[in-house]
């Protein structure tokens, strides 16, 4: 089905969210976990509010919650557009300038304030769909921000696609914008009573077309080891350096297998993401990833294996290792509902794209959701090479997402029986 022509407003939303300072931060307790990340949130209610979503609001934890009224007859299921407003504590996302690289050619992309920084085509093949289209990037010292302020700027095109065409046939549709989501912790606050969905997508995805049903399971992994500590010039056959034991246990570690580095597909991995102590007292921070809960379990078996060894030789040290469910593999609940990806794949080609059904190396507010009552894959936004300096994204695959999820919108309408 054709569309009413679509004036496009992700691209320039998307320029002004990104120059907002959004970093979560997961050494914080707090929710969100950086106040800073309301900034954007404010931002996006007033935007929302002016679009005519009158219940547009932002609440205490830093979540905002958005209506599109229905424009149907039917009693059509309650549709929820999700996107997250942080982005990744691994690169700084202060003072993002982002540049747009118009007409691309295939030509390196040397960014200006860090001429290291060259996005070259060979590193990243899906540059070579994007010949013709326009590029942005950011400037060479910070992260861009398509994660996920790509998926953001799309929602909300496509809130105000609809404010502008009434005419259009949909059911009510829920937007729901989440801090903290690079921590792990996107959805912990989120009251999905109040946002009365049946079923939601994120918009998080990478490559245009993509639709993700799968996602790794996690945990983390908190590792304390308690040495030993005494005057140095008098330590000898005392001291037991806490920081020594925990960098043999990470020396230990596999290197050809189960590490970011040597891993890929449907293989997991044990990642240690943080080191920090002193002589007495050494901590270390794990991620622990697999596309089972069986994998999670043998994975966490190996790491403890490793610990003990190491702690054997140190008989006046000792450690605790604690284990915190993140979250799991969304696919099985997804499978219990076939409809919500069948709906995702017309979509997709009802945009002028062929809809490519992958699995995620990695986690979304997705996952969250859909154990906790709300089925949930993820499409994509057309964001790549994120979380370093690197990332970049293209306005026709953001149009082309604002197409997809207009059209999702219309689909759940259309094949919900009168």
Known sequence: MSLPKISFTAASRFLNYVRIDTQSDAASDTCPSTEKQKNLGRI??????????????????GYVYATIPSTSEKKVPVICFCSHMDTSPDCSGEGVEPIVHKDYSGEDLILPHDHTQIIRMKD????????????????GTTLLGADNKAGLAEIMDMAHYFAAH????????????????????????????KLGADFAYTVDGETAGSLEDETFSADGVSLTINGVSSHPGFAKGKMESALKIAAEIIAFLP??????????????????????????????????????????TAHERILEEIVKEVIGNYPNSTYQLVVKEQYRNM??????????????????????????????????????LSFMGLPCPNIFAG????????????????????????????????????
């Open 383 to 418: 964001e790549h090479a994120f979380h370093g300096k690197q990332e970049w994204v293209s306005v026709q695959d953001m149009q082309k997402a604002v197409e997809t999820i207009i059209h999702l919108a219309m689909i759940w309408e259309e094949e919900t029986p009168a």
């Open 124 to 139: 990243h093949p899906d540059l070579q769909e994007q010949l013709g289209n326009d590029i942005i990037t950011a400037s």
């Open 255 to 296: 290197k050809e297998t189960l590490s970011p580095e040597s891993s890929w597909f449907k293989e997991g991995f044990i990642h240690p993401t943080n080191l920090h102590g002193t002589v007495e007292q050494a901590k270390i921070e794990f991620i622990i990833r697999d596309f089972s809960d069986e994998g999670l």
């Open 331 to 368: 696919k099985s609940i997804l499978d219990k509902y076939p409809q919500v990806i069948e709906f995702g794949q017309k979509a997709i080609l009802r945009a002028g794209l062929k809809p490519k059904l992958r699995s995620i190396r990695g986690g979304t507010d997705g996952s969250r």
């Open 44 to 61: 996006l209610v007033k935007e929302l509010l002016e679009l005519g979503l009158s219940d547009a609001h932002l609440d205490e934890y």
């Open 166 to 193: 009434p005419e259009v046939k949909h059911g009510t549709i829920k937007i729901l914008f989440t801090p903290d989501e690079e921590i792990g912790r996107g959805v912990e606050k989120a009251d999905l009573k």
